[in-house]
């Protein structure tokens, strides 16, 4: 099973980024897919989550309006575009991948990471 993040990069106050995440080794589709951040020094945070069809996402609200989550189920690929980026969007961002099973037990995946640091 693999998480692979990419898009991380520097970018200036109010630029954007589009951050991906690619899957392999697990049945992509029928997984609900989260992307995740961490500041240094603090919790890592849900940042916005999709339903595995792609019909429903949520957000933070400190994202809500700025960021939006997608997927392609036929690429195995996660997305998370990125606009008005503040320097409190600084993280490391990691996409998560979970499946409950009948019980409600979940099972989870956890990229590697990716770096975005939002700097003049």
């Known amino acids: 099973v693999q998480l692979v993040e990419s898009g991380g990069d520097l970018v200036q106050p109010g630029g954007s980024l589009k951050l991906s995440c690619s899957a392999s080794g697990f049945t992509f589709s029928r997984y609900d897919m989260r992307w995740y951040r961490q500041a240094p020094g603090k919790e890592r945070e849900l940042v916005a989550r999709?339903?595995?069809?792609?019909?429903?996402?949520n957000y933070a609200d400190s994202v809500k309006g700025r960021f939006t989550i997608s997927r392609d189920n036929a690429k195995n690929t996660v997305y998370l575009q990125m606009n008005s980026l503040k320097p409190e969007d600084t993280a490391v961002y990691y996409c998560f991948a979970v499946l409950y099973d009948a019980l409600g037990r979940p099972r989870g995946y956890w990229g590697q990471g990716t770096q975005v640091t939002v700097s003049p």
């Open positions: 999709i339903s595995s069809a792609g019909d429903n996402t």
